[in-house]
């Protein structure tokens, strides 16, 4: 595997389950990220890891809970989510810094139902 | 925060055909990336250009820091090159990426 991976790829779920994402970076990075990417709103920022700390919280609601166990994983855990949840969510991963550049993955394509 | 503004939102092109989408910000960035969205949401990088001018085969991007924009220019547009184009620059808080609205960008053969 190179790059930034992402599973599942598609993913339904109701809204009383708890699921989880997984993305894996392979690029020897050392920050990770998660972002939301609506249909009627810009790619947004969620969360930002480095060297597995969270940095940023970009106040998003409890029923969303990222993990990030090491440099190379991030997980981002989910329950009782609301149909409004439904999105691509994509995870990136960059060198630690400032003005480094970021690549994401594949993402997720989540439904709740 | 900072905005990032795209234009034009929509843009319908010839195979064949030269564009350019362009890129405004409104405060000064310590990074700015392109990317290209395709049909099944992946986005691919293109070009990371805080500053200056790079090329890579038909594209190229310009970013007058100074003057807070940036510009995609696509020559010789191919009908693969069709999907969403993106401008997203680094906001002053720790490597956050503030994206623009986008430019969907559909190439006819």
């Known amino acids: 595997e190179t790059g930034v991976t992402q599973t599942p790829r598609h993913l339904v779920m109701g809204m009383t389950n708890k699921k989880s994402l997984k993305c894996e970076q392979h690029l020897g990075h050392n920050a990770m990220y998660w972002y939301k990417q609506s249909a009627k709103k810009p790619l947004e920022l969620m969360f930002v890891?480095?060297?597995?700390?969270?940095?940023e919280n970009n106040s998003v609601p409890s029923r969303f809970s990222p993990e990030c166990p090491n440099s190379s994983h991030l997980f981002l855990h989910l329950h009782t989510l609301q149909p409004e949840d439904s999105a691509l969510y994509l995870c990136?991963?960059?060198?630690?810094?400032?003005?480094?550049?970021?690549?994401f993955g594949p993402g997720t394509r989540l439904t709740v139902l | 925060g900072i905005q990032v503004e795209q234009s034009p939102p929509d843009l319908i092109l010839q195979e064949g055909a030269n564009s350019t989408l362009r890129c405004n910000f409104s405060d000064s960035v310590n990074n700015l990336q392109w990317f290209h969205q395709n049909p099944w949401g992946q986005l691919i990088n293109l070009f990371y250009?805080?500053?200056g001018t790079k090329q890579n085969g038909r594209l190229s991007a310009t970013t007058v820091a100074t003057e807070r924009y940036s510009l995609l220019y696509i020559s010789s547009s191919q009908t693969t090159d069709s999907g969403v184009y993106f401008c997203a620059v680094g906001d002053t808080g720790f490597q956050k990426l503030v994206f623009g609205t986008g430019t969907r960008l559909l190439v006819s053969p």
């Open positions: 990136a991963s960059s060198p630690m810094g400032r003005n480094n550049e970021q690549f």
């Open positions: 890891y480095s060297l597995e700390e969270r940095v």
């Open positions: 250009i805080p500053s």
